[in-house]
């Protein structure tokens, strides 16, 4: 989303708020959002959100108002905020495909329900109790983004037969990416290759991992799915182009915005289906009894631009199979 644009959907949001604190002052139901990462990357996805909410009869401003708490990349203020929002009594809590928020709610309250969006295994995380049964008061979506880490790399090596010292990128500080790092380390020796692990958690700390990689002659880059990465997916595509780094990521905004390939999840469907799951609480039914929903459609990208600024001739068969290819 270009600046003026988000710009302009603040200009929006502004004009929400007032009617939001109305809302508020006339017993609507409040919904507490909280997020690990930032807004104005994560607009489209907000949009989804809403829509999700609008088709289960809920309207922001109208019949609901909603409380943003967005971390900004800083996970340490996840638990007050989180604090915060079960102050507030909030009816439900939403944390979309924000594994951080969502373990910082269910630390805050066991009451309040929570509707969590997740690439991580929400069972071995101590979210629900199964995916069929959740179990207290949480229950949400799983892509299972980390799971799909060998799939992703198997994709790498089909784009680039010849690459052998990769590296992964990870965030040592989310527990989601510290999965991914461990199941590709498993996996590069089966296909020949060698996994270099990098982490970053800030935009400084990228601009070395980057630069690092290029010194020790990295091939090719796995970015581990992580909600600063997604925040800074410009960045990113950036310093791949700039160190001539080939990289994949887990959605296809990355693609979109110069990244090579990406595959994963439909994000925005995720999106849409909290907000569902969301307006399904607020109907009256409880987390305890709605399954985990998990994910029907994924998404394999590719750059062609990118891949030829790298000078890669991407396979025929990877063209075939990719679901959007941009020129």
Do not use: C
């Not at 990128?169 to 270099?196: C, F, Q, W, Y």
């Amino acid at each position: 989303m270009r600046r003026r644009e988000f710009i302009t959907l603040l200009g929006s949001a502004a004009a929400v708020w007032p009617l939001a604190a109305g809302a508020q002052q006339a017993g609507l139901p409040v919904i507490g959002f909280l997020h690990a990462g930032s807004p104005e990357p994560n607009a489209e996805f907000l949009a989804a959100l809403r829509r999700g909410l609008s088709e289960a009869g809920f309207v922001e401003g109208q019949n609901v108002t909603i409380e943003y708490r967005w971390a900004e990349g800083q996970l340490n203020r996840l638990p007050e905020m989180s604090a915060d929002l079960v102050r507030r009594h909030v009816a439900v809590i939403a944390t979309p495909l924000s594994t951080q928020a969502a373990l910082a709610a269910k630390a805050a309250t066991t009451t309040i329900p929570i509707v969590f969006g997740s690439g991580a295994d929400p069972v071995a995380l101590g979210l629900v109790s199964s995916f069929s049964r959740p179990g207290g008061n949480v229950t949400g979506i799983s892509i299972m983004t980390a799971a799909l880490a060998a799939k992703r790399l198997g994709v790498l090596h089909e784009m680039l037969p010849k690459a052998v010292h990769i590296a992964v990128l990870g965030n040592s500080h989310n527990a989601l990416s510290e999965v991914t790092v461990k199941d590709l380390l498993i996996t590069t020796p089966t296909l020949g290759m060698r996994a270099e692990v990098l982490y970053a958690g800030t935009e400084s700390e990228l601009e070395t991992a980057f630069a690092t990689m290029a010194q020790k002659h990295i091939e090719a880059v796995l970015i581990a799915p992580d909600e600063f990465f997604t925040s800074r997916l410009e960045q990113l595509a950036a310093l791949s182009l700039r160190h001539a780094l080939p990289s994949t990521y887990t959605i296809r905004e990355f693609v979109t915005v110069g990244g090579l390939m990406s595959y994963g999840p439909n994000f925005t469907n995720a999106y849409v289906e909290t907000g569902r799951y969301v307006g399904k609480v607020l109907k009256g039914e409880k987390p305890a009894d709605l399954p985990v929903a998990q994910p029907t459609e994924f998404q394999f990208a590719i750059n062609l631009k990118t891949a030829r600024a790298l000078s890669i001739d991407v396979p025929p068969t990877l063209l075939a199979l990719a679901d959007e290819v941009i020129e």
